[in-house]
């Protein structure tokens, strides 16, 4: 019985040279890449021993900002980023920084989540809401990138990425 149903593909490969194809040609089998599906070490852009996870750095961040010290959690980020966020026609940074926060009411941080372990810098993904002035209870979503400092002696948030806000 002859059907039009063609053989399924096989991971072994008849050699073909430009000459002949002859069924008694050595074959040549497609192995796969080991080192592909092989176990992978993990890299870890600095020693955990000697640093506090990036979650802690986050946390100690917003515990500042809930206790009013402005002054430390604006040390917690990093030159780039406090330029980035607070950079407003030749005003201080760090005024508009304790300025915006100075305005809110109450902070909760939600949670704060280490999304990769193998990242420098790495993302934690933070929930937190506050209240303003006028009591409207926000919240946010956003992907904080904490890195290792100039120095390497310590993390710093280096930017923040706004995912959602309710």
């Known amino acids: 019985l002859v059907t039009d149903t063609p053989e399924p593909e096989s991971a072994i490969m008849r050699q073909v040279t430009s ?8 074959l040549q089998t497609d192995t796969p890449d080991l080192t592909a599906t092989a176990f992978q070490p993990t890299f870890t852009p600095w020693p955990t021993d000697q640093f506090v996870s990036p979650e802690v750095t986050v946390n100690t961040y917003f515990n500042q ?19 980035e966020c607070c950079t407003a026609l030749g005003t201080d940074p760090y005024y508009i920084f304790s300025r915006d926060w100075s305005a809110v ?25 506050y209240r ?17 400092n100039e120095n390497q002696t310590g993390l710093l948030i280096g930017a923040v990425d706004q995912l959602q806000d309710n």
Request: proline share 4%.
């Open 19 to 26: 000459t002949s194809m002859s069924l008694f040609e050595p």
């Open 65 to 83: 900002i809930i206790n009013g010290d402005y002054q430390s959690a604006w040390e917690l980020l990093s030159r780039e980023y406090q330029e």
């Open 105 to 129: 009411t109450e902070v909760k941080l939600v949670s704060a989540y280490l999304q990769e372990y193998s990242l420098n810098p790495a993302p934690v993904l933070v929930r937190y809401q």
């Open 132 to 148: 303003n002035a006028d009591d409207a209870l926000q919240e946010f979503t956003h992907m904080y990138w904490v890195q290792v």
